[in-house]
């Protein structure tokens, strides 16, 4: 590693050290709270596709949150910032490819 590389990585860990642990409580509190409102939905009798999208961009939100603080992205160099959000862009186009095979069911009649 050349004397740039090694300062990024100083650079990035003594942020690391010393954000507070309130920080983490308001996260857990957002999440907590996050997570509840997709328990209520789920119990909401409301069109199919629209309560998916709401569960689906509140789960991206959670996971955007985890991810930054829990695992600590939010301090990492851009490559690995990059890295992940490719991996995620990833799995979202695999998601969008393979649900329509999801509504066979549906289109079969079976429950």
Same mark, same amino acid.
């Given at each position: ?6 300062a990024?990585?100083q650079?990035a860990?003594?942020k690391?050290? &010393?954000?507070?642990?309130s920080?983490?409580?308001w996260? !857990?509190?957002?999440?907590?709270? #996050? @997570?509840?409102?997709? $328990? ?10 629209r309560?998916?999208t709401?569960l689906?961009?509140?789960s ?5 949150l985890?991810i930054?603080?829990?695992? &600590?992205?939010k301090?990492e160099m851009s490559?690995?910032k !990059?890295?992940?959000m490719?991996? #995620? @862009?990833?799995?979202? $186009? ?18």
């Amino acid at each position: 590693m050349d004397a740039i590389q090694v300062a990024l990585a100083q650079e990035a860990a003594e942020k690391q050290r &010393h954000h507070p642990k309130s920080t983490f409580f308001w996260v !857990w509190g957002v999440l907590l709270i #996050l @997570t509840g409102a997709e $328990v209520y939905l789920a119990y909401q009798n409301m069109e199919l596709v629209r309560m998916l999208t709401l569960l689906l961009g509140l789960s991206i939100v959670k996971a955007a949150l985890i991810i930054g603080y829990f695992m &600590h992205m939010k301090y990492e160099m851009s490559r690995m910032k !990059w890295l992940t959000m490719g991996s #995620l @862009t990833i799995c979202l $186009v695999l998601m969008c490819i393979f649900l329509p095979d999801a509504y066979r069911i549906v289109e079969l009649g079976i429950r």
